[in-house]
């Protein structure tokens, strides 16, 4: 924190808990920054002990990742990161972030996603930081009482999402530096450093993570990368060449009491990496107004001669896209000051300077560095002593250095030394570095699927916890359930009733995966034949059709029936149709795709056909439905659950009432949380006419007394009743009652009555009684013919002719 601060002072160590003032004692900004140090590591201790080190309210949980028109979009709540809140107020897009700037627009990372296939994923993170803020941040900090004083700062929680485009088997790209990958890593071993300081285990989250999505386990179990480089710092006598003068005494030999901050500027090892420094805890910044060439305007020129800018300075230009760039917390680019002109507030660099865009904050920092070792880069770390000024010597260890990587040293001139190791250290002569943590937290992998509907899927990668106030959460299910189906396990249905109303299956919960054919499988299992020597009769009017046990429709004209019995073997159809949802979200529904275009006509036509002569040998078809327990799932992060389909079988009887049947028990389940479930029931063509048999083709009648008297008559080979009638014969009993239409396709005068039709279920035939009204005046041919319409839009006919002749005058 590049604050105005007289010292930094808390070790976790020392396990205060408060800062309590005296009477008549003089009170330091240190002390009661040191209080704010204390609170906040006991609140975010206490909020990591509670929590974990990731994790989100379940009743708020925020952060929430999705694909929207192809961009990304982060839901509204909270989700805590490593103890720091952070709380998204409203849904926003992702590349609406106002802290997130020259990042990928999401809309190409997707497209690049398209582009990579479906092996590839975009990885998505929170990603969460502290930094101070200062008056030029917020001017509200400001007292317009006391003339727009300078006052307090904050300390303010960042937070915003990154989102970065993985390719299969690789590690996530590194943006100019440290990936989020690397800076989660760093963030838990700094965690765990500071929990072995206080004796305690670090935590682990293996565990937890291998309840999650492969891609989700793969960005919370990464390397840790951490940031091993050390300083050592201490006082010296001067380093005056001239023999002749005498040596100023060991010691800090400053004037005024200062908090000097070594800053690492380029990250590297120890023979790599640069630093800079300042006497001021670098809190000398001002706000750029301007920049033309080497000539910069700043909105002052500090509030004095100790606190401004001189001629040779080296000073940091920088502005927000260096905060919040996509890899955040990187420093400027320094600059030496070759002229200051304080009537224009004009400061003109050696050489020219990079633009900086005053609406993004830019800003201009002062850094007291010196000598001719010091360049654009500041000055090389190297691993021997190097003077700063006064007597100041630091030196650095071997270890990596990261960009931001920082030392404090408050020097004093009371005693004329510099407080090294710091209070707030462990008392080793080299001391690790603090640093901006940037704590991250996996949010999301993203996955293109061009067979969904949305033709992406997003993997959630948070962690979910309740509320204190609900210790005891209603409870999650262990499985994903079965609790109702649409059809009775092996029973039969009509193929009607299967395109008009598909499959329903109903769960406890809604499934959040997706279901596709692929974890939903519908088959169809029909007879097939052989094409070999076959014992067929052809049904005619001398081989009436209720003396057969299996008609078979060869073509429009002829029914055979086969009297020999073989062993039936079927193939096997897997049906890929719609799956659609209810609007309660816990019901999938299989729908048979029909709506009448030509092509999915004849494909249930053919369906129909197929089943048809399954019925030849009294084998319907078989379907089956079989949902992938590991496939089908609910509930998020370690709340995600997947089906336990197993449903024990029962006894029952089929509709008819004397079959019996396996029923299945539900809900399913037998305690296996990834088990299948199965069901079957069998498929019954649409109902077909084998035949329309009339009891008389010739009938001889005459009129007597107003009635019609039949005379003669000429029945078919099997003597049938004296009444005329017709007997209307079905491939197959209907499983419900069926409809027959009955018509005249030939004759003349209406002379037959045609009463409606209706076959009962479970009966193959229906015989319907036909009503001579008049007498004819000639003989007359007639043809009846019975119509069977089906949802399907086709029909089939079957027709009778007959003929009716008066009988002569009687004589006498």
């Given at each position: 924190?590049?604050?105005?601060?007289?010292?930094?002072?808390?070790?976790p160590?020392?396990?205060?808990?408060?800062?309590?003032?005296?009477?008549g004692?003089?009170?330091?900004?240190?002390?009661?920054?040191?209080?704010?140090?204390?609170?906040?590591?006991?609140?975010?201790?206490?909020?990591?002990?509670v929590?974990?080190?990731?994790?989100a309210?379940?009743?708020?949980?925020?952060?929430?990742?999705?694909?929207?028109?192809?961009?990304?979009?982060?839901?509204?709540?909270?989700?805590?990161?490593?103890?720091?809140?952070?709380?998204n107020?409203?849904?926003?897009?992702?590349?609406?972030q106002?802290?997130l700037?020259?990042?990928?627009?999401?809309?190409?990372?997707?497209?690049?996603?398209?582009?990579?296939?479906?092996?590839?994923?975009?990885r998505?993170?929170?990603?969460?930081?502290?930094?101070l803020?200062?008056?030029?941040?917020d001017?509200?900090?400001?007292?317009?009482?006391?003339?727009?004083?300078?006052?307090?700062?904050?300390?303010?929680?960042?937070?915003?999402v990154?989102?970065?485009?993985?390719?299969?088997?690789?590690?996530?790209?590194d943006?100019?530096?440290v990936?989020?990958?690397?800076?989660?890593?760093?963030?838990?071993?700094?965690?765990?450093?500071?929990?072995?300081?206080?004796?305690l285990?670090?935590?682990?989250?293996?565990?937890?993570?291998?309840t999650?999505?492969?891609?989700?386990?793969?960005?919370?179990?990464?390397?840790?990368?951490?940031?091993?480089?050390t300083?050592?710092?201490?006082?010296?006598?001067?380093?005056?060449?001239?023999?002749?003068?005498?040596?100023?005494?060991?010691?800090?030999?400053?004037?005024?009491?200062?908090?000097?901050?070594?800053?690492?500027?380029?990250?590297?090892?120890?023979?790599?990496?640069?630093?800079?420094w300042?006497?001021?805890?670098?809190?000398?910044?001002?706000?750029?107004?301007?920049?033309?060439?080497?000539?910069?305007?700043?909105?002052?020129?500090?509030?004095?001669?100790?606190?401004?800018?001189?001629?040779?300075?080296?000073?940091?230009?920088?502005?927000?896209?260096?905060?919040?760039?996509?890899?955040?917390?990187?420093?400027?680019?320094?600059?030496?000051?070759?002229?200051?002109?304080?009537?224009?507030?004009?400061?003109?660099?050696?050489?020219?300077?990079v633009?900086?865009?005053?609406?993004?904050?830019?800003?201009l920092?002062?850094?007291?560095?010196?000598?001719?070792?010091?360049?654009?880069?500041?000055?090389?770390?190297?691993?021997?002593?190097i003077?700063?000024?006064?007597?100041?010597?630091?030196?650095?260890?071997?270890?990596?250095?990261?960009?931001?990587?920082?030392?404090?040293?408050?020097?004093?001139?009371?005693?004329?030394?510099?407080?090294?190791?710091?209070?707030?250290?462990?008392?080793q002569?080299f001391?690790q570095?603090?640093y901006?943590?940037?704590?991250?937290?996996?949010?999301?992998?993203?996955?293109?699927?061009?067979?969904s509907?949305?033709?992406?899927t997003?993997?959630?990668?948070?962690?979910?916890?309740?509320?204190?106030?609900?210790?005891?959460?209603?409870?999650?299910?262990?499985?994903l359930?079965?609790?109702?189906?649409?059809?009775?396990?092996?029973?039969?249905?009509?193929?009607?009733?299967?395109?008009?109303?598909?499959?329903?299956?109903?769960?406890?919960?809604?499934?959040?995966?997706?279901?596709?054919?692929?974890?939903?499988?519908?088959?169809?299992?029909?007879?097939?034949?052989f094409?070999?020597?076959?014992?067929?009769?052809?049904?005619?009017?001398?081989?009436?059709?209720?003396?057969?046990?299996?008609?078979?429709?060869?073509?429009?004209?002829?029914?055979?029936?086969?009297?020999?019995?073989?062993?039936?073997?079927?193939?096997?159809?897997?049906?890929?149709?719609?799956?659609?949802?209810?609007?309660a979200?816990?019901?999938?529904?299989?729908?048979?795709?029909?709506?009448?275009?030509?092509?999915?006509?004849?494909e249930?036509?053919?369906?129909?056909?197929r089943?048809?002569?399954?019925?030849?040998?009294?084998?319907?078809?078989?379907?089956?439905?079989?949902?992938?327990?590991?496939?089908?799932?609910?509930g998020?992060?370690?709340?995600?659950?997947?089906?336990?389909?197993?449903?024990?079988?029962?006894?029952?009887?089929?509709?008819?009432?004397?079959?019996?049947?396996?029923?299945?028990?539900?809900?399913?389940?037998?305690?296996?949380?990834?088990?299948d479930?199965?069901?079957?029931?069998?498929?019954?063509?649409?109902?077909?006419?084998?035949?329309?048999?009339?009891?008389?083709?010739?009938?001889?009648?005459?009129?007597?007394?107003?009635?019609?008297?039949?005379?003669?008559?000429?029945?078919?080979?099997?003597?049938?009743?004296?009444?005329q009638?017709?007997?209307?014969?079905?491939?197959?009993?209907?499983?419900?009652?069926?409809?027959?239409?009955?018509?005249?396709?030939?004759?003349?005068?209406?002379?037959v009555?045609?009463?409606?039709?209706?076959?009962?279920?479970?009966?193959p035939?229906?015989?319907?009684?036909?009503?001579?009204?008049?007498?004819?005046?000639?003989?007359?041919?007639?043809?009846?013919?019975?119509?069977?319409?089906?949802?399907?839009?086709?029909?089939?006919?079957?027709?009778?002719?007959?003929?009716?002749?008066?009988?002569?005058?009687?004589?006498?």
């Open positions: 924190m590049k604050g105005d601060f007289s010292r930094i002072r808390f070790n160590v020392k396990q205060y808990t408060a800062v309590l003032e005296q009477q004692r003089v009170a330091l900004d240190a002390d009661a920054n040191e209080q704010c140090a204390i609170d906040g590591y006991l609140r975010e201790t206490e909020t990591f002990d929590v974990g080190q990731w994790g309210p379940v009743h708020d949980a925020g952060f929430e990742i999705g694909v929207v028109n192809n961009k990304i979009v982060v839901g509204a709540g909270r989700y805590y990161v490593d103890g720091l809140v952070c709380e107020l409203a849904a926003i897009r992702y590349d609406d106002p802290l700037l020259d990042s990928p627009a999401s809309a190409v990372l997707i497209q690049d996603l398209i582009r990579a296939g479906t092996t590839a994923s975009i998505v993170f929170l990603q969460a930081w502290q930094r803020a200062t008056a030029l941040d001017p509200c900090f400001r007292e317009p009482a006391l003339g727009q004083a300078d006052t307090t700062t904050r300390l303010q929680t960042v937070h915003r990154v989102a970065m485009l993985v390719q299969p088997r690789e590690v996530a790209p943006p100019g530096g990936s989020p990958l690397d800076q989660a890593g760093a963030a838990r071993a700094a965690r765990g450093k500071e929990l072995a300081l206080r004796g285990p670090p935590h682990r989250t293996g565990s937890i993570a291998r999650l999505a492969p891609c989700c386990q793969a960005m919370y179990e990464t390397a840790t990368d951490d940031h091993t480089g300083l050592a710092a201490q006082t010296s006598g001067g380093t005056d060449t001239c023999g002749c003068q005498p040596v100023p005494a060991a010691g800090y030999r400053g004037l005024e009491n200062q908090l000097y901050r070594v800053e690492i500027h380029q990250g590297g090892d120890e023979m790599t990496a640069t630093f800079k300042s006497r001021e805890n670098g809190s000398v910044v001002v706000a750029i107004q301007s920049v033309s060439g080497a000539d910069v305007t700043v909105a002052s020129l500090g509030p004095d001669a100790n606190l401004g800018f001189q001629v040779g300075q080296w000073v940091e230009i920088s502005d927000d896209a260096d905060l919040f760039g996509l890899l955040p917390n990187q420093p400027g680019r320094l600059y030496q000051i070759k002229n200051i002109v304080a009537t224009s507030q004009t400061i003109t660099m050696t050489t020219s300077v633009p900086v865009d005053p609406r993004r904050n830019a800003r920092r002062r850094w007291d560095q010196v000598g001719a070792v010091v360049t654009s880069d500041g000055v090389l770390v190297s691993g021997s002593w003077d700063l000024e006064n007597g100041i010597q630091v030196r650095f260890g071997p270890g990596k250095y990261f960009p931001g990587d920082y030392w404090v040293i408050p020097a004093r001139t009371a005693t004329g030394q510099i407080e090294w190791p710091p209070c707030d250290s462990d008392g002569m001391q570095p603090h901006p943590k940037v704590r991250t937290a996996p949010l999301a992998c993203i996955h293109y699927d061009p067979s509907r949305q033709n992406f997003v993997d959630d990668c948070r962690l979910l916890f309740y509320p204190l106030t609900e210790l005891t959460p209603p409870p999650t299910p262990s499985a359930h079965i609790t109702n189906i649409s059809w009775a396990n092996d029973d039969v249905m009509p193929i009607e009733t299967l395109v008009e109303d598909g499959l329903k299956v109903t769960f406890d919960h809604s499934p959040d995966g997706p279901v596709t054919p692929g974890n939903f499988i519908v088959t169809l299992e029909v007879p097939f034949f094409e070999g020597a076959r014992n067929l009769v052809e049904l005619s009017a001398e081989t009436p059709a209720r003396t057969l046990a299996a008609p078979r429709v060869v073509s429009a004209e002829a029914i055979f029936v086969e009297t020999f019995t073989y062993t039936t073997m079927r193939d096997l159809t897997i049906l890929d149709s719609t799956i659609i949802r209810d609007q979200g816990n019901t999938l529904r299989w729908i048979m795709p029909f709506d009448g275009s030509s092509l999915q006509r004849q249930v036509l053919y369906i129909n056909k089943l048809a002569e399954g019925m030849l040998v009294g084998q319907p078809g078989r379907m089956r439905v079989k949902l992938l327990g590991h496939a089908m799932f609910t998020t992060g370690t709340g995600r659950v997947f089906l336990d389909g197993q449903a024990f079988g029962q006894p029952a009887m089929r509709a008819d009432g004397t079959t019996a049947r396996v029923d299945l028990q539900l809900p399913s389940g037998n305690g296996q949380k990834t088990s479930f199965e069901s079957w029931f069998y498929l019954y063509p649409a109902p077909q006419l084998v035949s329309v048999l009339v009891a008389y083709t010739d009938l001889t009648v005459r009129a007597a007394g107003g009635n019609v008297i039949v005379t003669a008559c000429t029945p078919p080979a099997t003597p049938l009743p004296t009444a009638q017709a007997t209307i014969t079905l491939l197959y009993p209907p499983l419900v009652a069926t409809a027959i239409s009955l018509s005249f396709a030939a004759g003349t005068g209406n002379i009555a045609l009463p409606p039709v209706t076959v009962p279920a479970g009966q035939t229906v015989t319907v009684p036909l009503k001579l009204l008049a007498v004819p005046a000639q003989k007359t041919s007639f043809t009846l013919a019975a119509h069977l319409s089906t949802p399907f839009g086709d029909w089939n006919a079957r027709s009778q002719p007959f003929t009716i002749t008066p009988a002569p005058p009687v004589i006498g």
